[in-house]
Every structure is written in structure tokens, then in C-alpha cells.
């Protein structure tokens, strides 16, 4: 009998039931088996929102209400298996466990727990071992006259941070119990990185041929907060891909079970490895002296440019946002930023940009700023911070008896444009978007409140160097929506006479390799000497790094695009003794 596998990539909001039982609605009646993605009842990643009991009570209400939905249906010859939370609760209604769970939906019967999750991930921006109990059996899933191994996201990764292997155990039950599957099923929420993809690819071939059926992959779509979803579902057979979805929107398709098996490919035999180590692979090309970062292929920068896009729309849209403000410099950060979200800007949103020079500002940056918003169409607001700025001082000598200078006097002026910035979004209802890189944030090169405001950061997961190949990209791709000028002068913040930000901090080609080496690798000092880094700089770095974490720990979210990123997987304490840093 032909088996149709409905592939359903959804994309809802967190605890949006209305909207996900609609979803699931639509497939009463429709032949096949349904699949959907981890948690798909739910939204994923929930945290503490698991353990609150109007979520809890909500969300019971909800199953209870699918269930009756469910035994309502025609007894047809179609299925669903969606991702869910199982609970058992204590008399008072709080949780005494909570499982990752497969629900299967029988029309005529409601639903049924098939499979709990056995690999609970607790590392990065994962946590799940504080909320979830881990499953202790494999599971064989019986449909149509044909029998497939369900896994959830994780359980598809061998680590040695795990005490079991779940594909090799179900690999060997197979073998023990002459088990023959039709395919392996894996719902996931697996988070984007820019190069996460073929690494699944990679692992879904070698998993295809261990079990020597199809591997069927299903994740969700997203943005939740700093962390994407980008979908990218697929099946895989030995070493061809035969179907695979859109990435960052919501899709369905469909495909016949039958002509993926009459099609498979016998391969070499299956390779041991592709632990999800694998995932975190740092981006340094060591063969150089001194070690260099690893330049993104034009492939890699339009992900990363379709993943910052979508993280803005994500978080704009759940969040109620429709106008954005941008405070324009005239540097490469600002006007990254600007230029990002006008490609992505939708007809019923404004982008405004603000230019707030001050008396170290050059011509140059104002002559910049004013042609690239006039290219683009987008409404520029002029606001000088010169007399502001010798207002604060002339206040500040009264009431204090001695002037500010030096560093001082340049965070005042930061200040002073932070203030002018939220206080225009105060008046027009606009999103303020951070245009803070991810160089400048490892070494606290922002002024608190000041140039490190916004509601969210699109640069803080790309160091410097990554946002000029970035621009580059764009350049090409879009007719140079930024002036060339920006893009070729010196980086400076403009906040004292003839100041370069490389007066104070090493060229960004050597800083970013550094930067990498101890956020990736999680190298010391000595470590990253051997790159070929000098002693002197390698020092400098460490400690504006180390010293600078209480910046770090009031930063906005942080759009990750990237396997280590500060932010939302980024735990670290502020209170500590660094001298070790410097001997290891």
C-alpha cells in the first residue's frame, strides 16, 4: 500500500495554541502520515515559561481539547505525529515531571505518547536537563504496513558529553529483534548557524546508511528572541537528497515513501563519528601565521544575511514593532544596519535614521551619511550634540568645581546621543536597533547607555572583519546601497580628534583571530601565542575582555547567527578573579 509522508515545517509563536491547532486542523482526512516538529504543540525554546502554572493550565486545556478534536475525526487512513510536552503534575498542580515527548493523533481514538526524548542538550543555549526527564527506550512506530525509528532532534547526535548513543542502540535492538524500518523519523527545533546545514546533511547520510533507509528530518521555523529556527527539513536517502525544504518560512511537501526506497542508493559503509563537536567548530585557518578567520563564501553571507533579516522581522513582529530608528555615524556599523533592515523592510514598516555629530565629528561622515539615506530613501533627522555637549561641561564644572576630559568627556558624548536616540523612539514609537559589533562587544569598546543601546543587536554575533565581508556581499547583490566611502575609510568612533579605533586596539584581521581563539576554542594565553600572536597585544586583548563582562551582561539581545555567541548561550559571572587568564 503507498505510504505518503506529509513533511509540515510550521512557524508559530510560542504558546500561540489557537493558531497551532489550526494548523493541525487542516490535515483531517488528507491520506498519509503528517509530521510536524519537536515541540510543535508548544513552540520551542520555552524555558521557565514550562514551569508556570497559567502556561501549564493553558496548554492542558489545549491537549485536552486536541484530544477531543482527535476522537471526533472519521477513522481515516492518515496520522500525525507532532512533538509535545507530557507533564505529571503533584496534587498542588505544579510539575513533578515534564517529558519531550511523540504524540501520535488517531482520528477516532485522540492521542497517543509514542516516544520520550533520551538526549536532553545542556550545553550552549541549552538547558533542557533543568526542565525535561530524559526517556530511557527506543521506539519503532507502525503505519500503513510499514515501520519506522523515531528519534527527537538531539538523539540524532553522538557526543561524549552523553552516557548513551541513541542511533547505535536502535541500530542494535534492529539487529537483536530482526527489525527492518522503513525510515527514521526525526522531529527536531534545531537552531540556525551558518554552518550547520551541511554538517546535518553529513550526519542524516551517515545516520541513512547505518539503518540503510531513508533518514526523514523535520524541523520547526522561527525567531525566538536571539535564537533562529530555520527550517531546511529534508529527506535523505544513503547519499542523495531527495526532497528538502524552504529555509526561515513555513512549508509543507509531500513525497512517496516507496519512490525514496526504490531509488536508494547503496553507499559506502556507514562512518563512525559526526558527533555534534562537530556543530561548534570554531572558524580559525591555522595554516597561516598568524593564525586568520576563516572569510565567508558568498553561499555563507547571504545566509547570515537572510538569517539577520528574519531575526529582525521575527523579533519586530512578535514584539509589535512597525517603525525602527538607526543612529547614523557615518561608519561601517551604522550603516550596515541601515542597510540590512532596508532590504527586508516591508510596506507598512518605517526605518528612520538619526546623525548626531559632534564637534569631533568630520565633514566626511556627514557628507556620507546624508548620500546614503538620500539613495535610500529613507528620512535622515539632524541633531548636533555640540552645544549639548558643552552645556553637560559647563554644568558639570559648576556643580563639581574641576572639568571632565579624556574618557570621560567621550562617554558623555555617547550618553548624550543615547538619550536624544530613545527619546526620539519615545516620540515616534519606534524600535531602537543596537549597531554594536561583536569585536567591540568582547572588548567593551561601547559606552554603557550610550552607542550600546537598542532593543536588539544584528552585528553583535560578527566581528568586525566578518562585517565588511558582509558589506562586501551586499555591495554586489544590491547595487552598493552603501556609499564606497564608508566602507574605505578608517574605523573611528569620533569622539576626540583624529581618533581610529586601532589607536587603542590591534588591526581587527589580528584582534578577531584572538577574540575566536578564546571565545571558540576557549584558549589561554599561551595558547594563543602559539597562533603567532605577539605576547604584548595577545595580554591587551585578554584583559579588556576580562574586564569588561558587566558591559556584556546588560547588552541587548544579540541575533546569533553563529555556533558560540554572547548572548542568550553566553553565561558567564562578572564577579571573579582573572589573574589565572594570564598564566594558562
Known amino acids: 500500500m503507498k505510504t505518503t509522508l506529509h513533511l509540515h515545517q510550521t512557524h508559530h509563536t510560542l504558546a500561540d495554541f489557537e493558531s497551532i491547532f489550526k494548523t ?64 505529571k503534575l503533584e496534587e498542588s498542580g505544579l510539575p513533578v515531571k515534564i517529558r519531550n515527548v511523540i504524540y501520535e493523533v488517531i482520528p477516532g481514538e485522540g492521542l497517543k505518547n509514542l516516544y520520550t526524548k533520551r538526549l ?7 538547558d533542557e536537563e533543568k526542565y525535561f526527564a530524559a526517556g530511557s527506550q527506543n521506539a519503532f512506530y507502525e503505519f500503513n504496513g510499514e515501520t519506522f525509528g523515531l528519534l527527537i532532534c538531539e538523539d540524532m547526535w553522538t557526543s561524549s558529553v552523553h552516557d548513551l548513543d541513541p542511533c547505535h542502540l536502535m541500530h542494535l535492538e534492529m539487529k537483536d529483534k530482526k527489525i527492518a524500518v522503513a525510515g527514521i523519523i526525526n522531529l527536531s527545533a534545531s537552531p540556525f548557524d551558518v554552518s550547520k546545514k551541511q554538517k546535518r546533511f553529513e550526519r542524516a547520510r551517515n545516520l541513512s546508511l547505518l539503518f540503510n533507509s531513508p533518514f526523514i528530518y523535520l524541523n520547526r521555523v522561527g525567531g525566538e528572541d536571539e535564537v533562529l529556527f530555520d527550517g531546511g527539513s529534508f529527506v535523505m536517502a544513503g547519499p542523495k537528497l531527495h526532497l528538502e525544504l524552504k529555509y526561515f518560512e513555513a512549508d509543507s511537501k509531500s513525497i512517496d515513501l516507496s519512490v525514496v526506497q526504490s531509488e ?22 591555522t595554516t597561516q601565521t598568524p593564525a586568520v578567520l576563516k572569510s565567508w563564501s558568498d553561499e555563507e553571507c547571504a545566509e547570515v544575511l537572510k538569517a539577520l533579516q528574519f531575526g529582525f522581522q521575527e523579533y519586530a ?5 512597525k517603525k525602527f530608528l538607526v543612529a547614523l555615524s557615518g561608519g561601517m556599523d551604522s550603516a550596515m544596519v541601515l542597510a540590512i533592515i532596508h532590504l527586508c523592510l516591508k510596506k507598512d514598516q518605517d526605518l528612520e535614521a538619526i546623525y548626531m555629530p559632534s564637534v569631533h565629528s568630520s565633514p566626511l561622515s ?18 548636533p550634540i555640540k552645544f549639548l555637549h558643552s552645556a553637560v561641561k559647563n554644568a558639570f564644572v559648576s556643580q563639581f568645581k574641576e572639568p571632565f576630559e579624556g574618557l570621560t568627556d567621550e562617554n558623555v558624548q555617547s550618553r548624550l546621543r543615547g538619550t536624544l536616540l ?44 566578518e562585517v565588511y565581508r558582509l558589506a562586501r556581499f551586499i555591495q554586489e547583490k544590491y547595487n552598493s546601497p552603501i556609499p564606497a566611502g564608508i566602507i574605505e575609510r578608517g574605523p573611528s568612533a569620533e569622539l ?26 576557549r584558549l589561554g594565553k599561551k595558547q594563543i601565542i602559539g597562533l603567532g600572536f605577539r605576547e604584548e597585544e595577545v595580554t591587551r586583548v585578554l584583559n579588556l575582555y576580562l574586564k569588561t563582562e558587566y558591559k556584556r551582561a546588560q547588552f541587548c539581545p544579540i541575533v546569533k547567527v553563529k555556533s558560540k555567541s554572547f548572548g542568550f548561550g553566553y553565561r558567564m559571572p562578572i564577579s571573579k578573579n582573572i589573574s589565572y587568564q594570564f598564566n594558562s
Open 24 to 87: 493541525l486542523a487542516q490535515i483531517s482526512g488528507i491520506s498519509g502520515l503528517h509530521l510536524f516538529p519537536e515541540l510543535y504543540l508548544t513552540g520551542y525554546p520555552l524555558q521557565d515559561l514550562v514551569l508556570q502554572r497559567p502556561f501549564i493550565d493553558s496548554y492542558l486545556a489545549f491537549f485536552e481539547e486536541l484530544n477531543l478534536w482527535a476522537k471526533k475525526q472519521k477513522k481515516e487512513n492518515w496520522r500525525a505525529l507532532v512533538g509535545g510536552l507530557h507533564y
Open 120 to 126: 536532553l542538550p545542556n550545553y550552549d543555549i541549552f
Open 264 to 285: 536508494y542508493q547503496e553507499a559506502p559503509a556507514f562512518k563512525p563519528g559526526n558527533t555534534w563537536e562537530g556543530l561548534f567548530s570554531p572558524q580559525i585557518d
Open 317 to 321: 513582529r512578535k514584539n509589535g514593532f
Open 366 to 383: 556627514t557628507q556620507l551619511s546624508e548620500k546614503m539615506c538620500s539613495s535610500l530613501g529613507i528620512p535622515l533627522s539632524y541633531f
Open 422 to 465: 530613545y527619546t526620539r523612539s519615545n516620540q515616534t514609537g519606534a524600535m531602537v536597533i543596537n549597531t554594536s559589533n561583536k569585536s567591540e562587544l568582547a572588548v567593551g569598546y561601547s559606552t554603557q547607555y550610550g552607542d550600546s543601546v537598542g532593543a536588539i543587536s544584528l552585528l553583535g554575533d560578527l566581528y568586525k572583519s
Open 496 to 521: 576626540r580628534e583624529n581618533q581610529l579605533d586601532q589607536d587603542s586596539l590591534p588591526p581587527y584581521e589580528r584582534l578577531d583571530v584572538i577574540l575566536e581563539g578564546i571565545l571558540s576554542y
